[in-house]
């Protein structure tokens, strides 16, 4: 059984500073997808990564997926207030785009 | 808009009483999921459709739940004698293909 698994649970960071997200998953995937999510809303889409060594980048986010070691990573670079959401890693392991969520990392950016 | 669209947003009813959501897909995306989301927790899977047939099934999907996607456009989720742990955001998304897939708004049940 595939198991995703989010490190750190819950970050509260200052405005301005750098931090990463870690998701690891326990079997080979060849598809990993960040979403966001606001408190009582959907999932908004941020990346999807499909070959190891992706890199993808978006404003103050970078998303990179080591498939060899079953890693992929949310960098956070001079965080603002308005990122304070919570963040999932994906993990599609079959061929219909079933994805197993991690828990999430609830990110809370203050002032 | 032309996003997933689901509803009703919010429904509570009564324990044991019978519950249907309905997902409208984006136009022309042949693949449509369902999952479950509780608070504090990651979604979780429970039913695929690719066009009108049903391709999986999560082993949470007991024998209370059915869901339908008749014509391949549409589908709908049922949850019979509801029970207080069905209570959770019941989340629908469509996908055009493997890579991209879009997530409605979601249907929230409390069941009291």
């Known amino acids: 059984e595939l198991k995703v698994e989010q490190n750190p649970l819950f970050l509260s960071m200052q405005e301005g500073k750098n931090y990463t997200i870690y998701c690891n998953y326990s079997?080979?995937?060849?598809?990993l997808y960040w979403y966001r999510q606001d408190p009582g809303k959907s999932l908004e889409s941020l990346f999807v990564?499909?070959?190891?060594?992706a890199v993808k980048q978006e404003g103050r986010l970078m998303a990179s997926l080591d498939t060899k070691a079953r890693l992929s990573t949310l960098h956070i670079t001079a965080a603002v207030h308005d990122l304070s959401a919570t963040y999932f890693c994906a993990v599609d392991a079959g061929t219909a785009s079933k994805l197993t969520f991690g828990t999430g990392t609830r990110l809370q950016v203050t002032l | 808009d032309t996003g997933v669209s689901q509803d009703p947003r919010h429904k509570i009813t009564k324990r044991g009483q019978n519950v249907t959501f309905r997902c409208d897909p984006i136009s022309e995306h042949n693949r449509l999921y369902w999952y479950r989301q509780t608070l504090g927790q990651g979604p979780e899977f429970l039913t695929y459709f690719q066009n009108e047939a049903q391709l999986e099934k999560s082993r949470l999907l007991s024998d209370r739940f059915s869901a339908e996607r008749p014509k391949g456009s549409f589908s709908t989720l049922e949850i019979q004698r509801t029970e207080q742990g069905d209570s959770a955001m019941y989340l629908c998304?469509?996908?055009?293909?493997?890579?991209?897939?879009?997530f409605g708004e979601g249907s929230w049940l409390t069941v009291v």
């Open positions: 998304a469509s996908s055009p293909n493997l890579n991209t897939i879009y």
């Open positions: 990564l499909l070959s190891n060594g």
């Open positions: 079997t080979t995937s060849d598809r």
